[in-house]
């Protein structure tokens, strides 16, 4: 089995690629070893001790290095916990955990009744331009809410810390919203 290696736009986070599905729907951003808890797979990368995320996309897995981490000399110890798991076709959540990222109500904004049409055009937006190529860059933008014309996305994975992440926001995602709905006036990351 050969497992791929893609740099992001975020130094501290590489995007692995093990030729295979590894989330059959959603996706499931991990930032504390507690939350990994939930997945043999997440709780074994955070168990070498130089980790500060895990996320997992439909086909991959993006690890956040630790500040002052190496990359050299922490990758083949992911590389080797990676193999060992998709080699043995071990399963990616242990039973009775969630495998998908959380509702979007969660933590999110009560979006008000009268502005479905808006938040169902912005979430078409996020969905079918911005979530895919997020992903390309090893992360995944969440929508949160909507209010009086701002727009809360949750930045996970690879974009979550980013230094281009500001960027991407504004000149973006932002500009893309704006352009597509005029009722947003801006993006804030929550």
């Known amino acids: 089995m050969l497992i791929e290696t893609e740099t992001t736009p975020n130094?501290?986070?590489?995007k692995f690629l093990p030729g295979r599905t590894v989330m059959d729907a959603g996706t499931r951003d991990f930032a504390t070893p507690e939350e990994a808890e939930a997945s043999p797979l997440a709780e074994a990368i955070f168990n070498l001790g130089d980790v500060t995320g895990v996320f997992f996309g439909r086909?991959?897995?993006?690890?956040?290095?630790?500040p002052g981490v190496e990359w050299p000399s922490l990758k083949p110890d992911v590389l080797a916990i990676l193999l060992d798991h998709f080699s043995a076709n071990m399963p990616l959540f242990k039973p009775a955990s969630a495998g998908f990222t959380v509702p979007a109500d969660d933590e999110g904004l009560a979006d008000d009744p009268a502005d479905a049409d808006i938040v169902a055009q912005i979430r078409e937006l996020i969905d079918t331009r911005v979530r895919p190529a997020v992903a390309n860059d090893?992360?995944?933008i969440v929508y949160r809410g909507f209010d009086k014309g701002k727009v809360y996305l949750r930045m996970q994975g690879a974009c979550s810390g980013c230094p281009?992440?500001?960027a991407t926001?504004?000149?973006g995602i932002e500009q893309l919203l704006?352009?597509?709905?005029?009722?947003?006036?801006?993006?804030?990351?929550?």
Not at 11 to 14: E, K, W
Not at 178 to 190: I, N
């Open 59 to 66: 086909d991959f897995v993006s690890v956040t290095a630790a």
């Open 11 to 14: 130094p501290a986070t590489l």
């Open 178 to 190: 704006k352009y597509y709905v005029p009722e947003v006036t801006e993006v804030r990351a929550v």
């Open 164 to 166: 281009s992440s500001t």
């Open 138 to 140: 090893g992360g995944d």
């Open 169 to 171: 926001l504004k000149n």
